[in-house]
């Protein structure tokens, strides 16, 4: 917070911290396949993807609703006494699936049928849905707004003045981020730890920030 004397102005930032309740699980599996060309990894990559993909919609996802997040196929080369050798290569698809929070007997199912697939479960997170998002983003950065106002007009207040028209607003921001419930760092190949990780799990407050800078004319 600052005053300028030679323009007559006053800035303050305002902060905001409000408790949300996540509405979704997202699962994210990843297809990761080995072979000597490209092609060949990218085509047995395919094939589980496929049969993933098959098994979601058989336990009652939409296709729509499967998403790829990311696909890559890349050499896979051995260093040896500093020498590059290529193995072969390597190919890697991200398919993500959400669940709504209220339907969380159904994660079980979801991890058994992708890791029944050949996939591995990569990470589950709970987060907030796009509407939500934009509901609570609302609400933060207003409440935020509110103490940057609040702070501006006890300074002036201080200095004898009082707050005028707004000149300018800055640094808008509002810090949300996935929670997560489990990441698969080591690349287990089997869904116990995922499966234990979300046993009986129940979608608690958390926490979302927002800040918003402001700058008022004084008089």
Known sequence: MQTSPATQTVSATGQSTIKAV??????NF????????????????????????????KIGFERKDIVTENFNVYPDYDWSNGNQ?????????NVKVEIPTTNTDRIGKTIDAGVNAGA?????????????????????????AEDAKT??????AGLGKRLGEIVSTSSSNFDYYPWP??????????SAGARQAVTNIQPGEQEVSASVSVVYRIK
């Open 22 to 27: 996540p509405d979704l699980v997202t699962i």
């Open 30 to 57: 990843i297809v990761q396949t080995n072979a000597d060309t490209s092609q060949e990894a990218n085509d047995k990559n395919a094939e589980i993807t496929d049969k993933l993909i098959t098994d979601l919609v």
């Open 85 to 93: 050798r290529l193995k072969g290569y390597i190919a890697t698809h």
């Open 120 to 144: 591995l479960v990569s990470y589950i997170n709970f987060e907030l849905s796009s509407s939500k998002q934009n509901e609570i983003k609302a609400d933060a950065l207003k409440k935020a």
């Open 151 to 156: 702070k501006a007009g006890s300074i002036a």
């Open 181 to 190: 419930l489990y990441s698969n760092a080591e690349m287990k190949a089997d």
